[in-house]
């Protein structure tokens, strides 16, 4: 294996020379920098962790760790994605996307080369098996979502919980008392992911507090499955006057068609909100009251959070957004009882 020796012999360089390219920490000449590039490259030489570390140089990296399972949404994952990266370009920080569902080999390698000096997580399940080997890894780490388990992490996400609470409450003081909940597919329950889990124990615990009554329904994404759970909704709340989904684009818009084409009115017969979606609802037909997720917000904030732990702040922390409402005239008081 080559070391930094070989690099510096090859290059005609000296040692701090080769240390000062890597680390970015001094300006070196071009012709001197390619040189040294040029030695690295043909030697195919990795830093040793031991000795980057005792350097106190940084790669400017982080590891983007994001498991691509057959049930992951493509536009939010990618969507988070992008606000991480959005938010370390304005650091002067690239991103390294890992996205094998094997995730495991991917952050121990990037930690034993020192390839990253952080490491952000997404697409977080209640029982991850990427939440023990960030604790053992022993490097700055930052969870969007949060596990089961938090002790010894750092995490942030929307307060899922509070965004429930937020749409229960805004639906009960309209006078609403029969609440369905349209969410994502059983799969995506199964495998315990960790927001909409959040949700919906959110959901039925304040409507519980305020007494309404609720049903719970988990289509699939085609046509059939949406329509059979509006009808298990309507069968098991014959009052029903309030719906709140959360759930993909395409079911929301396809809920609002089905509901068209059985003459149901927005507002009018059925107040409609769309909850923790990270798509606009200003362009649907009707327009959606929403509880907006940002992915902006979750994203700086994660990387504000890495960049405390790689200047030696490590205290571990869950850091829920508030979540917010906004109104676009899609719920209103329930219709008069005939």
């Known amino acids: 294996m080559a070391t930094i020796h070989d690099v510096a012999r090859l290059a005609g360089v000296s040692i701090s020379t080769v240390s000062?390219?890597?680390s970015g920490n001094r300006s070196i000449a071009e012709p001197t920098r390619n040189r040294v590039v040029s030695?690295?490259?043909?030697?195919?030489y990795r830093p040793n962790a031991g000795a980057r570390m005792?350097?106190?140089t940084r790669t400017h990296i982080f590891a983007l760790t994001a498991p691509v399972r057959a049930d992951t949404q493509p536009g939010v994952l990618m969507s988070f994605v992008l606000a991480v990266a959005t938010a370390a370009r304005k650091i002067d920080y690239d991103v390294l996307l890992l996205t094998a569902d094997d995730s495991s080999t991917g952050l121990e390698r990037v930690t034993s080369s020192r390839l990253a000096d952080g490491i952000i997580a997404l697409d977080v399940s209640l029982d991850d098996e990427r939440m023990p080997l960030l604790r053992a890894l022993n490097i700055p780490a930052t969870v969007i979502g949060v596990p089961a388990d938090t002790d010894g992490l750092v995490c942030v996400d929307l307060d899922f919980e509070g965004a429930a609470s937020?749409?229960?409450?805004r639906l009960a003081d309209l006078g609403h008392r029969s609440i369905g909940l349209l969410g994502f597919p059983h799969s995506t329950y199964d495998w315990g992911a960790n927001y909409p889990l959040r949700f919906r124990d959110g959901f039925q615990a304040a409507a519980a507090d305020r007494g309404i009554d609720t049903a719970f329904v988990m289509p699939a994404s085609d046509l059939d499955s949406i329509r059979r759970g509006l009808d298990e909704l309507f069968a098991a709340l014959p009052r029903l006057t309030a719906l709140v989904m959360h759930a993909g684009e395409s079911v929301q818009t396809t809920v609002l068609e089905i509901l068209a084409d059985r003459g149901i009115s927005i507002p009018g017969d059925l107040s409609v909100l769309s909850a923790c979606a990270v798509f606009d609802t200003s362009e649907f037909n009707p327009p959606l009251d929403e509880i907006p997720l940002s992915p902006e917000d979750s994203g700086t904030r994660a990387v504000e959070l890495t960049i405390r732990q790689i200047t030696g702040d490590r205290t571990p922390l869950v850091d829920l957004l508030p979540p917010r409402?906004?109104?676009r005239g899609s719920t209103a008081p329930p219709p008069a009882a005939p």
Do not use: R
């Open 20 to 22: 000062y390219t890597l």
């Open 39 to 44: 030695a690295i490259q043909e030697l195919g």
């Open 54 to 56: 005792l350097a106190g």
């Open 166 to 169: 937020l749409a229960v409450g």
């Open 325 to 327: 409402y906004v109104s």
